[in-house]
């Protein structure tokens, strides 16, 4: 068939050689390279065809190596032997698949072979102990299949909730759904968790929980055990090289958060050395995002940390993987976002404009509420910093409205449009020293509040100000802390 034969003469192949040279898909090239031939009356027709064909070689050869088809083939062959009485070599073949299944974690596949291995034991008394084993395997596994199943929709209903809040809770009644989630039984005795993965689903709540409240200390314990489980059993490292890697973040989170630096760089390295494992290898291309977090997790607790000068040379890493490989525009947005903090905080302001500017002009960044208002406020500050009274002036109402349509014109928001507002009418320094004094009394006072300090996490607004008051940089405001 077209999958085997790749002769030249074959001209579905010779028109899948000249698609692959192609740098940009031209169709005009391609009708003129097959000009005379039947296919460029129906080209349409040919491409769709083309794309089947080639859809089908790939799962063909997926299937080839995939656990779960070659489980499903055993099934089929087995099922085929015990309809032809050959219950030996059938019972030969399930044993061999029942020992990949329970290795590989299927255990809806594992399920079915314990079900087809009672039809081929003859029913008598040298194999009621047999019999009595594979009922308790199924018991255990229903009850791990359903505890699964619970696991999944209260992980289901948590990301709602948590989709409805935003990356930060700014309000206390906002937690309000967490908190009632919290008080489900799976969520308050561990011993529902009969599994791996509900195991692991039970401590990323938690540990999710803890870092809505700002508990770093107790979301610290919870990703240590989604962490410990792999270092337990690395084997579901390989089943589940995705979740391993969201562990590890989960510790780094905790860390950078509490500035704990040596714990941090330490499991920087675990992170680092988990990406040199072949199944965590092929994350680079399929979930780059989360293969590359390493780098933005750094980017991140660096400014937060106010190494700003360390945060620069992490940016070009993650422009090029960026660049390179597909990522979800959730990574995508606080890439940017905190690449055009390091610009700032680094005074190169012209190329945090950049950064911001095409934050703003992306659609899908209004999905991420709370990435969309701070990139307006920045845009702001930016500008003011550029000397830019005009456009402060110009996009101030138009970020007014903006926070105040989405409900998110919290208190910080609130006092740093104020001042901002006024900043083209000040004529001169004197005047300007004291409306930041002014600033930075307001702020102070609300600093501490456990929701209004969240907002100083996507921009260290306190030592912005600073820096204007002693006319220095962020940079050496933050180097002459240091030496204090």
Same mark, same amino acid.
């Given at each position: 068939?077209?999958?085997?034969?790749?002769?030249? *003469? *074959?001209?579905?192949?010779?028109?899948?050689?000249?698609?692959?040279?192609?740098?940009?898909?031209?169709?005009?090239?391609?009708?003129?390279?097959?000009?005379?031939?039947?296919?460029?009356?129906?080209?349409?027709?040919?491409?769709?065809?083309?794309?089947?064909?080639?859809?089908? &070689?790939?799962?063909?050869?997926?299937?080839?190596?995939?656990?779960?088809?070659?489980?499903?083939?055993?099934?089929?062959?087995?099922?085929?032997?015990?309809?032809?009485?050959?219950? &030996?070599?059938?019972?030969?073949?399930?044993?061999?698949?029942?020992?990949?299944?329970?290795?590989?974690?299927?255990?809806?596949?594992?399920?079915?072979?314990?079900?087809?291995?009672?039809?081929?034991?003859?029913?008598?008394?040298?194999?009621?102990?047999?019999?009595?084993?594979?009922?308790?395997?199924?018991?255990?596994?229903?009850?791990?299949?359903?505890?699964?199943?619970?696991?999944?929709?209260?992980?289901?209903?948590?990301?709602?909730?948590?989709?409805?809040?935003?990356?930060?809770?700014?309000?206390?009644?906002?937690?309000?759904?967490?908190?009632?989630?919290?008080?489900?039984?799976?969520?308050?005795?561990?011993?529902?968790?009969?599994?791996?993965?509900?195991?692991?689903?039970?401590?990323?709540?938690?540990?999710?929980?803890?870092?809505?409240?700002?508990?770093?200390?107790?979301?610290?314990?919870?990703?240590?055990?989604?962490?410990?489980?792999?270092?337990?059993?690395?084997?579901?490292?390989?089943?589940?090289?995705?979740?391993?890697?969201?562990?590890?973040?989960?510790?780094?989170?905790?860390?950078?958060?509490?500035?704990?630096?040596?714990?941090?760089?330490?499991?920087?390295?675990?992170?680092?050395?988990?990406?040199?494992?072949?199944?965590?290898?092929?994350?680079?291309?399929?979930?780059?995002?989360?293969?590359?977090?390493?780098?933005?997790?750094?980017?991140?607790?660096?400014?937060?940390?106010?190494?700003?000068?360390?945060?620069?040379?992490?940016?070009?890493?993650?422009?090029?993987?960026?660049?390179?490989?597909?990522?979800?525009?959730?990574?995508?947005?606080?890439?940017?976002?905190?690449?055009?903090?390091?610009?700032?905080?680094?005074?190169?302001?012209?190329?945090?404009?950049?950064?911001?500017?095409?934050?703003?002009?992306?659609?899908?960044?209004?999905?991420?509420?709370?990435?969309?208002?701070?990139?307006?406020?920045?845009?702001?500050?930016?500008?003011?910093?550029?000397?830019?009274?005009?456009?402060?002036?110009?996009?101030?109402?138009?970020?007014?409205?903006?926070?105040?349509?989405?409900?998110?014109?919290?208190?910080?928001?609130?006092?740093?449009?104020?001042?901002?507002?006024?900043?083209?009418?000040?004529?001169?320094?004197?005047?300007?020293?004291?409306?930041?004094?002014?600033?930075? *009394?307001?702020?102070?006072?609300?600093?501490?509040?456990?929701?209004?300090?969240?907002?100083?996490?996507?921009?260290?607004?306190?030592?912005?100000?600073? &820096?204007?008051?002693?006319?220095?940089?962020?940079?050496?405001?933050?180097?002459?802390?240091?030496?204090?």
């Amino acid at each position: 068939g077209y999958k085997q034969d790749k002769d030249e *003469n *074959n001209v579905y192949w010779r028109l899948f050689d000249a698609i692959d040279k192609q740098v940009e898909y031209e169709e005009e090239k391609l009708l003129h390279k097959f000009r005379g031939h039947k296919i460029t009356k129906q080209f349409a027709s040919t491409k769709n065809y083309l794309y089947n064909l080639i859809l089908s &070689s790939l799962t063909d050869y997926d299937e080839s190596k995939d656990v779960e088809s070659q489980l499903m083939e055993a099934i089929k062959e087995i099922k085929a032997l015990r309809k032809r009485s050959l219950h &030996s070599q059938a019972y030969k073949k399930l044993e061999t698949a029942k020992k990949v299944a329970l290795k590989e974690k299927e255990s809806l596949l594992y399920r079915r072979l314990l079900k087809l291995e009672l039809y081929l034991l003859p029913f008598n008394t040298e194999n009621f102990k047999k019999r009595d084993f594979i009922y308790k395997e199924l018991k255990r596994i229903d009850t791990e299949i359903a505890a699964g199943r619970n696991y999944n929709e209260l992980y289901s209903r948590w990301m709602k909730a948590e989709s409805e809040i935003g990356v930060v809770a700014r309000m206390e009644n906002k937690l309000a759904s967490l908190d009632k989630l919290m008080q489900s039984p799976l969520l308050q005795d561990e011993s529902h968790a009969v599994t791996f993965n509900t195991r692991f689903q039970f401590n990323e709540l938690h540990w999710r929980y803890f870092v809505y409240r700002r508990d770093y200390l107790q979301a610290l314990q919870y990703a240590q055990k989604m962490m410990g489980q792999y270092e337990k059993q690395p084997a579901f490292i390989k089943v589940n090289p995705i979740a391993y890697l969201m562990s590890l973040d989960a510790v780094m989170l905790c860390e950078s958060s509490m500035g704990d630096i040596k714990a941090y760089e330490k499991t920087t390295q675990i992170f680092r050395k988990a990406r040199e494992y072949p199944s965590v290898k092929k994350l680079q291309k399929e979930t780059p995002g989360l293969y590359y977090g390493l780098e933005s997790s750094m980017l991140s607790a660096y400014t937060q940390w106010k190494h700003y000068e360390k945060a620069l040379p992490i940016v070009p890493t993650i422009e090029a993987n960026s660049q390179k490989y597909h990522q979800s525009p959730n990574i995508i947005h606080t890439n940017h976002y905190l690449i055009a903090l390091t610009y700032f905080y680094n005074e190169k302001f012209e190329k945090a404009m950049d950064k911001i500017m095409k934050l703003m002009n992306d659609k899908m960044l209004e999905e991420t509420s709370d990435l969309a208002c701070f990139t307006r406020i920045l845009h702001l500050v930016t500008h003011f910093e550029l000397g830019n009274d005009l456009m402060v002036a110009y996009n101030i109402r138009s970020t007014y409205r903006y926070l105040l349509k989405r409900k998110r014109l919290f208190k910080v928001e609130g006092i740093v449009l104020r001042f901002l507002r006024k900043t083209p009418d000040i004529l001169d320094e004197k005047a300007l020293m004291e409306s930041l004094k002014k600033l930075q *009394n307001e702020l102070q006072t609300i600093a501490s509040n456990s929701f209004e300090k969240q907002a100083f996490a996507y921009f260290n607004f306190i030592d912005w100000i600073e &820096s204007k008051l002693q006319r220095v940089s962020m940079l050496e405001l933050v180097k002459k802390d240091k030496e204090k």
